[in-house]
């Protein structure tokens, strides 16, 4: 036997290890941030927290598995099942099944799967999070007589195993057992309790190991290594960014091409069938991966990190072995983890660096924080991360997402996400709720349009303007986690707003039907309409009639929630793909002022493979920035809809966004203002509208056809004008210059302006600008050369004592 207590853990804490010759190899110690346990067993070898090559790592579990078919014999190994433990096993037990070559593997995991019953279930004692579930396809997987092989990668008090076959054993008993583990740490009194067990149980248990030895704790080691964590937690910062990080959105996507119909993974059952399946496809999909993979410049071997994701283990394993197999670059392969463990960058330290980042699967358990280990600071050239679809989610791709805090280390990231599989008739999550309607759900009528979202009308979400203008330009909330206090226009301003809509309705009826017969001709003669609440929302409706009044067509009209900086709701775009053909939706807004949610849908969707069917090209009513080729005019005109907020968008609030009241199966929320239904007016705007239709007829039709046959690529003449403002006003952000009629509207109703821009000249389309300027104390300045009729600026680095660019205070009204 020998014995090491040279590490940091065992001069600090006094654990030891002792064991044969090869444990010290394996294994390295660490401190849990865990109350159950206050150490950690890290594996060399194992591929979950130490980067290593994936040869060495595939190599130790499959040797693993020759032996215990040496010891079952080839009858009893053709009847065995393996079966691997969640999270950290599953790709050693995968490898293991490999070493047996005819037995199916199956991995318990903690992602619960609708439509597929458990077949069983048990606890871990020491883990950080212990519910473990068997969700095998087959239902009989479990329920043959052949030899269960459990692989776990350390053996230590052996309650796991206990646990898992009293449940099984009880369910379906047989007659062998084998325990498969890169290390057997058991003490002398855990020994003889398994013997004890499988005497109780009738049946014979044999263990195969790579190495043993055992684990001496001091008295108080649970106490000391709280201390210890708590010490070394607050004692400094993490490691560096790199000198040359990539910004998260620089990630490369790569389509690797995996198999049709071939699981991601053992969580349902993997087979022989699929296993000589993967086989013949890994050549061709370590290639695609290596082509994504920049170029080796300079001098020495590029390093390369293929990094798993959680119970994700084996197919990243089998990938980055494919891919050390290619040479040209030195591999290493590692994973991602729910384990939480302290970072000390010592050399007798096995956890040197720890990269932590919200859970972005959508875990049952809820929100939580994840970790890679010994990434930053790897000297890595690049990194492949290889997640799941389930796990695809905007998390990942967050300002604080896994793929930023690889980007922040690491030069070159590439994404590979693989198809998650999902067993016939079952389904990942739960079935979505049906659309709100009114008169339940805004004063619109049922047929006008579904509301794709949820009910928040119960929960007080406004907050005073100066407070959130604040609170959002500091950091500390997203725009969308709160709402503006609703405006109550003045006798004045209703009065501005049913002049305009006199005057405009003519104008708004022919854009209308310019952009809905663009729509049907060049887009989907039976399209479904997505309108972008709530400003998209009044002319999803409108569209809706004009078809019907026109065409005699009844289209379906939802309203969906999308957020700046965090994108459309996929769980509507999920629902929609369900119940349409995603190549038959489109999206709707109201207008474009520099382009910034156009954008942004493009982008969202761009980064889920799922939605690729959708088209992100938005048909607006006006475009005056030149950001789409759908619309009904580039002319900057008042659109009355933009004067009032919920009151002209059948009382539904603008859309929120909070982890609190949002969850994973949810769509996004509103509230309906029931109590302002005395000062409704969306049917009145909508009516006014429809009035206008026979009249504008023959114009929309001249209209419509001078548009098919014109040039309409987008200039983005907007976004260029905005740029220019921002940098001549001393701003610098663009978010904080909103061009046109209708966003500078929104800006003197829901933020903190600072003063409005008016092209010299403008008239009367400008009056409720004006009006709502002067009820806030904002200049209006006249200019020349903009390319709206006005543009409003919200203020600039806002505080309720801020002051502008100028020195001059805002006026808080």
């Given at each position: ?22 444990l ?86 903690r ?15 020491h ?10 396809e ?26 898992t ?14 325990i ?6 058991r ?33 108080g ?48 059952g ?38 798993g ?12 072995v ?31 660096t ?6 972005h ?27 799941d ?72 979400l406004?907050a ?8 959002i ?93 965090r994108?459309?709701d ?45 088209d ?14 759908t ?7 008042l ?50 509208v ?20 014109a ?94 660019a ?7 009204q």
């Amino acid at each position: 036997m020998v014995e090491w207590s040279g590490t940091w853990v065992a001069e600090r804490l006094g654990v030891e290890l002792v064991g044969d010759e090869r444990l010290s190899g394996l294994l390295g110690l660490a401190l849990r941030r865990n109350p159950k346990r206050a150490h950690l067993l890290v594996s060399n070898v194992l591929g979950k927290h130490v980067p290593q090559s994936p040869s060495v790592v595939w190599r130790a579990g499959y040797e693993l598995g020759v032996r215990v078919g040496e010891l079952l014999g080839a009858e009893a190994a053709a009847r065995a099942v393996v079966l691997g433990y969640a999270e950290t096993a599953t790709g050693l037990g995968h490898s293991v099944a490999d070493g047996l070559a005819l037995a199916p593997f199956l991995h318990s995991t903690r992602r619960p799967v609708r439509g597929v019953a458990a077949a069983g279930g048990f606890e871990e004692s020491h883990s950080h999070a212990t519910s473990h579930l068997l969700l095998p396809e087959d239902p009989q997987l479990l329920a043959g007589q052949g030899p269960l092989v459990l692989v776990d990668d350390e053996f230590s008090t052996g309650n796991t195993v206990l646990n898992t076959i009293r449940d099984l054993h009880a369910r379906h008993p047989r007659d062998h057992y084998v325990i498969v583990a890169l290390v057997d740490m058991r003490s002398p009194e855990d020994r003889r309790r398994l013997d004890a067990f499988a005497a109780e149980i009738g049946a014979r248990v044999d263990l195969v190991a790579s190495a043993s030895g055992t684990v001496r704790l001091p008295e108080g080691v649970l106490e000391k290594g709280r201390a210890l964590v708590e010490e070394y937690e607050t004692a400094g910062p993490g490691p560096a960014p790199h000198e040359s990080a990539a910004h998260p959105s620089m990630c490369t996507r790569v389509e690797v091409g995996w198999p049709a119909g071939l699981p991601d993974g053992g969580r349902h059952g993997f087979t022989p069938a699929h296993r000589a399946a993967l086989d013949a496809a890994l050549p061709g999909m370590a290639a695609r991966l290596a082509e994504a993979l920049p170029a080796p410049g300079g001098a020495g071997t590029p390093r390369v990190l293929v990094l798993g994701f959680e119970e994700l283990m084996y197919a990243p394993l089998r990938l980055a072995v494919a891919l050390e197999e290619l040479g040209g670059a030195e591999v290493r392969y590692s994973t991602t983890t729910r384990s939480p463990v302290l970072a000390v960058d010592d050399p007798g330290y096995a956890i040197r660096t720890r990269l932590a980042f919200p859970a972005h699967d959508d875990p049952a358990d809820g929100p939580g924080e994840r970790y890679a280990y010994n990434v930053a600071g790897g000297g890595f050239d690049a990194v492949v991360a290889v997640v799941d679809s389930a796990a695809d989610t905007p998390r990942l791709h967050a300002p604080d997402g896994l793929l930023a805090q690889l980007a922040a280390h690491i030069p070159h990231v590439v994404l590979a996400v693989l198809p998650s599989y999902v067993p016939e008739g079952a389904s990942m999550s739960e079935p979505l709720p049906e659309p709100l309607r009114g008169p339940a759900f805004s004063s619109y009528a049922p047929d006008d349009v579904g509301w794709l979202l949820k009910d928040l009308s119960g929960v007080e979400l406004e907050a005073p303007t100066e407070e959130r203008e604040e609170a959002i330009q500091s950091g500390g909330a997203h725009y969308a986690e709160s709402l503006p206090v609703e405006y109550q226009p003045s006798p004045q301003y209703q009065e501005l707003f049913r002049a305009a809509l006199d005057t405009s309705a003519h104008r708004i009826a022919r854009a209308v039907g310019v952009v809905t017969e663009t729509v049907l001709t060049e887009r989907s003669p039976r399209p479904v309409l997505v309108s972008l609440a709530r400003a998209g929302t009044p002319v999803g409706v409108l569209m809706r009639r004009w078809a019907r009044h026109r065409h005699g067509l009844d289209l379906p009209h939802y309203a969906v929630s999308i957020v700046r900086g965090r994108g459309i709701d996929p769980n509507a775009l999920r629902w929609l793909a369900a119940h349409h053909d995603p190549a038959d939706v489109v999206f709707v807004d109201g207008w474009t002022g520099k382009g910034a949610i156009t954008r942004e849908l493009a982008a969202a969707l761009g980064e889920f493979p799922e939605f690729e069917g959708f088209d992100p090209e938005i048909a607006v009513l006006a475009d005056p920035g030149s950001c789409v080729r759908t619309y009904g005019t580039r002319e900057d005109f008042l659109i009355p809809s933009a004067c009032l907020n919920s009151t002209v968008s059948g009382l539904i609030s603008r859309t929120v966004l909070r982890r609190d009241l949002i969850g994973p199966g949810d769509f996004h929320g509103a509230k309906f203002y029931r109590e302002l239904a005395g000062a409704d007016v969306s049917g009145d705007f909508l009516d006014a509208v429809t009035a206008r239709f026979d009249e504008v007829e023959a114009d929309v039709d001249h209209e419509a056809k001078a548009l098919r046959d014109a040039d309409r690529t987008p200039s983005w003449e907007g976004w260029a004008a905005v740029e220019r403002i921002s940098e001549a006003y001393g701003i610098h952000d663009v978010n904080l210059v909103k061009p046109g009629v209708g966003e500078t509207t929104r800006v003197l109703l829901r933020r903190v302006p600072w003063k409005i821009l008016a092209g010299r000249g403008a008239g009367a389309d400008l009056d409720h600008v004006r009006l709502l300027a002067e009820q806030r104390g904002v200049p209006v300045e006249e200019v020349d050369g903009l390319p709206y009729r006005c543009v409003g600026l919200i203020h600039p680095q806002y505080t309720r004592g801020a002051t502008g660019a100028d020195g001059k205070a805002v006026a808080a009204q």
